[in-house]
């Protein structure tokens, strides 16, 4: 795996991803240190970062049970926040070799921006630039949780620092990162007024799942004529 | 089990499961042209939908605060440069200085 196709498509990852890690030791730091003002063990924070690796989800979990909410309902939180896994794991999926437990094990691997750095644009992916990009990533938010959690006295409020800003920005610059076209950028704005009407009415994390519907844009002809060229241009569709 | 425990493990059930479940259903195999299609701007959906929501909203509110400034400045800052870590220090540093005045 050191000197292949894979190999350098993970080294690929790891650098492209090295940014984004940064970003998410910055953001990990701030979970570590809102997760025990919720209530969690510093090793709770820290095993919740090891096992669950999916920033929004975890800290949807723990602003419920912060605000005195059920484990239940922080479950529930996490798991709305994180169902955007299931549009971005079906976009995945065709792209993995192997039986359905390897494909499945391969999807773990699965965070926003890996996804979106992996992705070809011609809706296959890159699956071993995302491995990399994960797990540059991975090694970071361990670092930043274990920091916040045993450091977070010394730190002070995270939002007096401006912490809980990190999050969207970096969301943001994925975002511009995305939007080549004319037609993505028709697709982020719908998606977006899409989720803040919902914002009001719906529970946390279903604006941004309903929000996936902006995609269906791609059902038009042009968009279908866009895809084909950008396949042919790749010289290798799918 | 203590609530800590039942919390962390369940928040991993759900999260490997969602992630699974989309390999599994669909994996390895050629897909018409109209999903792909479909597939290729679910990122600027989600995405989009992602920073919105938390820069424009608080709770089940809609509402504007230091932070949508510092993300707006952010996003500037990563136009401008391309840079992520830029974009995110900016972020935050614009939004803890509303925040100090």
């Known amino acids: 795996m050191s000197t292949g196709p894979a190999g350098q498509a993970f080294r690929r990852g790891l650098r492209a991803g090295t940014p984004f890690a940064i970003a998410g030791f910055l953001l990990s730091v701030s979970f570590g240190v809102v997760a025990q003002d919720a209530g969690l063990s510093a090793l709770a924070a820290i095993v919740m970062s090891l096992i669950v690796f999916a920033g929004s989800a975890q800290f949807a979990a723990i602003a419920i049970v912060g605000q005195g909410g059920t484990v239940g309902a922080a479950i529930g939180a996490a798991a709305l926040m994180n169902s955007r896994f299931l549009p971005m794991g079906a976009a995945f999926g065709p792209s993995l070799p192997g039986g359905p437990l390897k494909r499945a094990a391969q999807g773990q691997a699965v965070v926003d921006a890996s996804w979106a750095l992996a992705a070809r644009g011609d809706g296959s992916f890159d699956r071993w630039l995302l491995f990399g990009a994960s797990a540059a990533q991975y090694v970071t938010w361990q670092a930043g949780t274990i920091a916040g959690a045993l450091g977070g006295d010394l730190l002070g409020d995270p939002e007096a620092l401006g912490l809980d800003a990190i999050y969207p920005a970096f969301f943001l610059a994925l975002l511009l990162g995305e939007a080549h076209s004319r037609r993505a950028v028709v697709v982020a704005l719908l998606g977006a007024a899409i989720a803040l009407a919902l914002v009001p009415v719906a529970p946390a994390g279903v604006p941004v799942l309903a929000a996936s519907l902006a995609a269906l844009v791609g059902l038009t002809g042009s968009a279908q004529a866009a895809v084909l060229e950008a396949q042919e241009a790749e010289g290798a569709p799918r | ?101």
């Open chain 2, 1 to 101: 089990m203590s609530p800590s425990v039942v919390l962390v493990a369940g928040c991993a059930l759900v999260t490997a499961l969602l992630k699974a479940a989309g390999p599994i259903a669909l994996g390895g195999r050629e897909i018409p042209l109209w999903v792909t299609s479909v597939i290729v701007l679910l990122a600027p959906a989600l995405l989009a939908a992602l920073v919105f929501t938390q820069a424009f909203a608080d709770g089940s509110e809609l509402a504007v605060g230091a932070e949508t400034a510092g993300v707006v400045a952010g996003g500037l800052v990563a136009w401008r440069s391309g840079s992520i870590v830029a974009c995110v220090i900016v972020a935050a540093a614009l939004t803890a200085a509303l925040r100090a005045l």
